[in-house]
């Protein structure tokens, strides 16, 4: 049967309608046959016994002849149906072939008035189911043709098994059983047909939501957002691709799990939508992910109109954390360039007044011979100078950074060579430090920079965690080099997050606020990024994100092992 190709809402869609319908229809007439046949000579040899012997001819063998006839050619169709080339010539072999049978049967059972004249009617049946009109036409003259043939035999006495009969009434046999053959070839044809349509109209819409299934399920992976159904229990019932990334979980960590499970940050909202499902804000929270790290969400709810009872939800979120930090960066950025404005006429006239009054009280102090609190005083003024005269140095390195002289940097080694150092600082020696180094880690930076950037940042961690632990990571993550530095003290809270990296802004006594702000000025000039995730009592993470070396000379990365990653 050749494809179909069937309308559609929206798009044409190719069916291709497989034979193997048509197949198993085939086994059935055929097994069909063969109980007919059995149950009708069944039923004659019954009617032979109970009958008198004298009201019956005496037909011998002829039923197990025939019955052997119709179980084997019913086993040499299977076989050559079983060859699908062979199969629709079978089909249309089929209703002769069963023609052929029930007229033996009719020839050897009385003739035009056999008990057995109905069955007729199950080639046309079957021809109409397989072949359709065309085929219940055919069927329906082969049966009145060998019906015939059967008549004429009993009318010329060609037969001594035919019993004799009136030539009128075998002929309005004949013609009755004939047309009544024709009505049910008609009817079934019809009914065929009308099958037929069916199913292809029913073989269309299934296609149709095959394809609309698959273009919802590939809407929902190609969503960007996270999407999550909940019902009414708070259960969740259903995540797409984009929600296990952000969340950073399995599928069995989040399905079945309550909603306030998978997202603890967002089990307020949760219960504040319950209460009023037609409040469609958007609200944003923290969430630590399934690796431990927290990131940034934008999250709203919405009822799920399509359940019965409208009691399920919709929760859509997407991850933030690099938009926040854009944000962050934009504003800090313009908060720098109006500082920035400043720096050059800051440092005239700052540092200029400064030399002229140190210089001054050195000479008032070496002339005047004052006495000795009058000579504190002046140490102290002196004092202060050079500290604010060193501030005013860092605010320039801050506000107009020298050039980078970027070259291939083994980390590792970088790494090493600051502790190592920093060994001998009183703080680190009250430490207990974790080295997470990957061999081959290599950036293209600018080491002195670098140097200065890690020395800071070590050393903000040591006095954050005295007597605590200090981790140190360097490693590729997603062809990234990367350099972690972690401790475990008491974190830093949520509204001075968003100021660490301002210039002079600090909560240490006596300092100036300028090394968080110029370290992460270096990374920047390196076209790096420098984050920073921090939770009130377990300690903070500042993360390197530098650039790697490309081209053909970049080395090759090591897989991580267990204990490295």
């Not at 979980?249 to 037609?278: F, T």
Request: hydrophobic share 50%; proline share 6%; charged share 20%.
């Amino acid at each position: 049967m050749a494809p179909s190709t069937l309308p559609s809402s929206g798009y044409t869609a190719t069916l291709n309608i497989t034979p193997e319908p048509v197949f198993r229809t085939l086994l059935a007439v055929a097994a069909a046959r063969v109980v007919v046949v059995t149950l009708a000579l069944a039923v004659l040899i019954v009617l032979v016994r109970v009958r008198p012997p004298a009201e019956i001819r005496e037909i011998g063998t002829w039923q197990y002849i025939l019955i052997g006839v119709a179980y084997g050619t019913s086993l040499i169709y299977l076989a050559f149906l079983r060859q699908r080339r062979f199969m629709w010539i079978l089909t249309w072999a089929q209703s002769v072939l069963d023609a052929l049978i029930i007229s033996v049967l009719v020839f050897m059972t009385g003739g035009v008035e056999s008990v057995f004249t109905f069955a007729y009617t199950f080639p046309i049946l079957g021809a109409s189911t397989t072949l359709y009109r065309r085929g219940a036409l055919v069927a329906w003259l082969s049966t009145v043709v060998m019906f015939g043939l059967v008549l004429t035999a009993q009318l010329t006495r060609a037969a001594a098994v035919l019993p004799a009969i009136d030539a009128s009434r075998a002929l309005f046999s004949y013609f009755t059983h004939t047309l009544g053959m024709a009505m049910v070839g008609i009817l079934s044809s019809a009914l065929a047909d009308k099958l037929r349509a069916t199913g292809r109209l029913l073989a269309q819409t299934e296609y149709d939501f095959e394809q609309l299934q698959a273009l919802n399920a590939a809407i929902l992976r190609s969503l960007p957002a996270g999407l999550l159904t909940a019902d009414a229990a708070g259960f969740v019932r259903y995540a797409n691709e984009a929600a296990l990334t952000i969340l950073g979980c399995p599928p069995d960590q989040v399905v079945g799990h309550p909603i306030g499970a998978v997202l603890p940050a967002v089990e307020p909202h949760w219960e504040a939508h319950l209460s009023d499902p037609a409040d469609r804000g958007r609200f944003e929270a923290s969430h630590a992910r399934g690796d431990g790290s927290r990131i940034r969400i934008g999250f709203s709810f919405a009822p799920l109109t399509m359940s019965p009872d409208g009691s399920n939800s919709l929760f859509v979120f997407q991850d933030l954390t690099a938009i926040v930090r854009l944000k962050e960066a934009v504003e800090r950025a313009e908060r720098l360039a109006t500082v920035g404005k400043f720096a050059a006429g800051l440092a005239h006239e700052v540092r200029n007044p400064l030399a002229s009054m140190c210089a001054s009280i050195d000479v008032l102090k070496e002339s005047l011979q004052p006495p000795e609190p009058m000579q504190r005083l002046m140490s102290n003024v002196v004092r202060e100078a050079d500290r604010l005269n060193a501030l005013i140095t860092d605010f320039l390195a801050f506000a107009r950074p020298r050039p980078l002289r970027a070259e291939p940097t083994d980390l590792g080694a970088l790494l090493k060579s600051i502790m190592d150092v920093f060994a001998n600082d009183q703080l680190l020696k009250s430490l207990t430090v974790e080295w997470r180094v990957t061999p081959g880690v290599r950036a293209l930076v600018d080491s002195d920079l670098i140097r200065q950037v890690i020395w800071n940042l070590v050393r903000n961690a040591a006095e954050a965690s005295p007597n605590g632990r200090l981790t140190i990571v360097c490693r590729w993550e997603a062809n990234t080099p990367v350099v972690r530095i972690r401790d475990d003290g008491p974190g830093i809270p949520s509204e001075q997050l968003a100021k660490i990296f301002d210039p002079f802004y600090t909560t240490k006594e006596g300092g100036t606020g300028l090394g968080l702000a110029i370290a992460h000025s270096i990374i920047e000039a390196h076209g790096g990024a420098l984050n920073v995730d921090s939770e009130m009592g377990r300690g903070t993470e500042i993360s390197l994100h530098l650039p790697e070396i490309s081209g053909p000379h970049a080395p090759a990365r090591p897989v991580l092992t267990a204990a490295e990653d």
